[in-house]
Nanobody
Framework: QVQLVESGGGLVQAGGSLRLSCAAS????????MGWYRQAPGKQRELVAT???????NSADSVKGRFTIARDNAKNTVSLQMNSLKPEDTAVYYC?????????WGQGTQVTVSS
């Protein structure tokens, strides 16, 4: 089992920045993809950004140029630097990790962007 713990959410004004962090612990052999997803009220959960073990990243068009994902393989952590935040970025953000073909989720952290 892998446990994921997120931190760093909060309330910020439009144009501001936040940094989310996620730490994985437990029975870890090798984490493959790690990433962030978000779910706004009344909407489906959607991909924000992912990063593979090699460092290759993938991100949603809506966050390109504003959000940066990074991981530290030695510490089993992944972070999401969010700049130029918009009200439409308001959502619960979930950390995700894949380990030995199983997908794990964190409990989620609220990000609220006020206009």
């Amino acid at each position: 089992q892998v446990q994921l713990v997120e931190s760093g959410g909060g309330l910020v004004q439009a144009g501001g920045s936040l940094r989310l962090s996620c730490a994985a612990s437990g029975s870890i052999f090798m984490l493959n993809a790690m990433g962030w997803y978000r779910q706004a009220p009344g909407k489906q959960r959607e991909l924000v950004a992912t990063v593979g073990i090699s460092g290759r990243t993938n991100s949603a068009d809506s966050v390109k140029g504003r959000f940066t994902i990074a991981r530290d393989n030695a510490k089993n952590t992944v972070s999401l630097q969010m700049n130029s935040l918009k009200p439409e970025d308001t959502a619960v953000y979930y950390c995700n990790a894949v380990e030995r073909l199983k997908s794990y989720w964190g409990q989620g952290t609220q990000v609220t962007v006020s206009s």
